[in-house]
């Protein structure tokens, strides 16, 4: 994708950024640790973590389920798909959004992403918001905490992109 982007003319290549929330979190973690191609990234209600993740989400963690096992069961899979595992790579500026409602992706899981990037010196940035708050929180939490959401995403693209 990012070879695609680079080729296309309607694209400035130096001036790309990645975003996802959810399972797109997880991907924009991934991508972050296998690529410097982008100049800011925003990761959402992520994952970063699947061994740590198997035991403090509401999405339980079956022996038939997306990971073939219990996250006990073969934590070295689970940890080489673990986005974290590739953060030694990372030099992408971070704007990191979460709810503390949040049960399906627990914000423990943002909290070692900002960790991470804090530890090797990466900027970043938390917005945590309030319990009250959950993982459909951009589609669903209080207008003024979404307003908020949504300027500290258009604040953060203003700073990273130009």
Not at 111 to 131: M, Q, S, T
């Amino acid at each position: 994708v990012i070879s695609m982007m680079q080729r296309d003319k309607n694209i400035n290549a130096k001036n790309m950024g990645v975003m996802g929330g959810s399972y797109g979190g997880y991907m924009t973690n991934w991508i972050v640790g296998h690529t410097n191609e982008f100049q800011g990234a925003i990761t959402d209600r992520c994952v970063s973590n699947l061994v740590s993740m198997g035991g403090n989400s509401d999405f339980l963690d079956k022996e038939d389920g997306y990971f073939g096992g219990n996250f006990w069961s073969r934590p070295e899979d689970r940890w080489r798909q673990s986005p974290i595992a590739h953060f030694g790579n990372v030099e992408t500026p971070m704007l990191i959004i979460h709810s503390e409602g949040d049960l399906r992706c627990n914000i423990e899981q943002s909290d070692e992403v900002f960790a991470a990037l804090k530890l090797r010196g990466i900027e970043a940035r938390f917005v945590r918001y309030p319990k009250s708050t959950s993982h459909g929180f951009s589609r669903g939490g209080a207008p003024d905490m979404r307003k908020h959401r949504l300027n500290e995403i258009l604040s953060w693209w203003k700073r990273r992109l130009r």
